[in-house]
């Protein structure tokens, strides 16, 4: 145990971890596009709906276990919050795992293929999330529009009671947990607040 938890906080299990994410997404992606369960058009629809589906638990995990937990979870994040630079994560193992036996239990009430875009999909967004979150903290990025998406991210720091969707600012604009500062425009922050 005592190994997995150093493991955890290592540069290779980060990197790592990227690297089997997005591997079990595109083999996942790639098996239940091959089985053609599915119609296409029904395909990428199931992955846009997976995407979306992460998107909404990155937001919740993010808002209601990471920051108003009680346990493992709040206190990993709590570290990350005092170390962003760090290299904690879950064992690089672990998510691929989790993604075989959700894919495998989904397989039992719909199409294996079906399951497999599903889960895929839910994947990436994971991959996603991560390579996201990773670039924000070691990348400075030039491209005005980047640079707003990687602010937004660290604004989350400096106020944790807003902000918490690193992929997409939706739900926060959604659930009005988006910061708005003080200085912006009337109008833009009405526009942003509406439910």
């Known amino acids: 145990m005592a190994g997995i938890a150093h493991l955890s906080t290592t540069r290779a299990n980060a990197l790592g971890g990227l690297v089997s994410d997005?591997?079990?997404?595109?083999?996942?992606?790639?098996?239940?596009?091959?089985?053609?369960?599915?119609?296409?058009?029904?395909?990428?629809?199931?992955?846009?709906?997976?995407?979306?589906?992460?998107?909404?638990?990155?937001?919740?995990?993010?808002?209601?276990?990471?920051?108003?937990?009680?346990?493992?979870?709040?206190?990993?994040?709590?570290?990350?919050?005092?170390?962003?630079?760090?290299?904690?994560?879950?064992?690089?193992?672990v998510p691929p795992l989790i993604a075989i036996m959700l894919t495998a239990t989904l397989s039992l009430l719909i199409s294996p293929g079906a399951a497999m875009l599903l889960v895929g999909a839910i994947a990436g967004g994971y991959a996603s999330y991560g390579v996201a979150h990773t670039a924000i903290h070691q990348l400075r990025f030039r491209r005005p529009l980047a640079r707003r998406w990687a602010a937004s991210h660290h604004i989350h720091h400096h106020h944790p009671e807003s902000n918490f969707g690193v992929t997409t600012p939706l739900w926060d604009i959604v659930l009005g947990t988006r910061y708005l500062s003080k200085s912006a425009p009337l109008a833009a922050r009405a526009t942003d607040r509406m439910p």
Not at 49 to 64: K, N
Not at 76 to 90: C, F, I, M, N, R
Request: aromatic letters at 14%.
């Open 22 to 93: 997005v591997s079990i997404s595109l083999a996942l992606i790639g098996a239940g596009l091959w089985r053609g369960d599915l119609p296409v058009l029904a395909s990428l629809t199931l992955v846009a709906a997976g995407l979306l589906l992460f998107s909404f638990v990155e937001y919740c995990f993010h808002r209601w276990l990471f920051h108003a937990g009680h346990g493992a979870l709040e206190r990993g994040h709590t570290k990350h919050h005092e170390q962003p630079l760090g290299y904690d994560a879950l064992p690089f193992f």
